[in-house]
């Protein structure tokens, strides 16, 4: 296993996690209007739809790299233009920031887990992420594409779940935080645009070309 790959989708997931997106903007809402308990049971939805994206991709990344290689460049490009997207959403000025929540009526343990799932299986990020990006930092000369796979999706996972756990437990006192001072929220909009956007750039140039191996 190439360890660069694991830092490179450690570095990926991270900029995208702070990236205001539907799994933020639900977990922060949840936690202001309902408690840190709330944001809990939602950030648990959140991972199991992470989880279920990862076992998809990874039972038939093996077969879209056999069958179909010409779809593996499409979906490359896709995921480059809308990194971009995200990027110049990130970046451009007069963004609304995630912190500004509104009132929310309070949900049962079930529909906090429900919604998190759902939140996130609807989530193009996510998708975005597993079926275009996570193929880029596997060696498939190394063998074992699907094992590969499951570790670069646990680095993935595992660096979303404690940014996401994180904002859970300090969305209130964040959302105070932030609200006085702009300064902050512009700081945060521009490093995680450019490391968006610079990793975008680099996904749509890059000119390797797959190179099936047996998982």
Known sequence: MNYGGLGGIAVVALAMVLTPGPNMVYLVSRSIAQGRRAGLFSLTGVVVGFLAYLTATCL??????????AA???????GAGYLLYLAWKT?????????????????????LFTMGLVTN?????????????????????????????????TVQITVSMA???????????LAAFLKDRPTWLRFQRYVTGTLLGAFAVKLATDRSRVVVATP
Do not use: W
């Open 91 to 111: 970046l451009r000025p007069g963004g609304v920031s995630v912190f500004e929540a509104g009132e929310l009526k309070p949900d049962s343990t079930l529909r």
């Open 72 to 78: 593996y460049t499409a979906i490359k490009l896709a």
């Open 121 to 153: 299986l609807l989530n193009p990020k996510a998708a975005v992420l597993y079926l275009s990006l996570l193929p880029q930092f596997i060696d498939p000369a190394a063998g074992h594409v699907m094992m590969q796979s499951f570790m670069l999706g």
């Open 60 to 69: 038939g990344l093996t077969a879209v790299f056999a069958l179909v290689p």
């Open 163 to 173: 940014v996401n756990l994180l904002i859970v437990l300090t969305a209130g006192s």
